[in-house]
């Protein structure tokens, strides 16, 4: 008679562990599947944001580009040893992210 209650324990217990095992991994997908959509959303905003950036027209900015092909060679030189192409992206990023902060509510601060 022990050994039934041994083997029916033995059966429960092992059904019961299949089903915890089953659980985590019905949990390990669930998490999976909400971090993809994050990524996946996340992708689409990016999708958005790049097509938005392509649609700025940059026809202004490229006469002025053309421009400074004219400068002399020696003064060209210098500025570029000097870092001005440099200062100036670093500059217009700092500019360009200062108007997409203005962007966001409640990030406005002090202007």
Known sequence: MGQLFTMLFAKVSAALSW???L??????????????AFAWLFEQVLKVVISAIGAIDT???DSYAGQVGALP??????????GVGTA?????AAIVI??????????????
């Open 59 to 61: 026809s202004a900015i």
């Open 19 to 21: 089903i915890g095992a």
């Open 23 to 36: 659980w985590v991994a019905i949990f390990v997908a669930a998490w999976d599947l909400v971090k993809d």
């Open 88 to 92: 100036i992206s670093i500059i217009t």
């Open 73 to 82: 060679a020696e003064l060209l030189n210098i500025l570029g040893l000097l």
């Open 98 to 111: 200062r108007m997409v902060l203005q962007l966001i509510p409640f990030v406005r601060l002090g202007s």
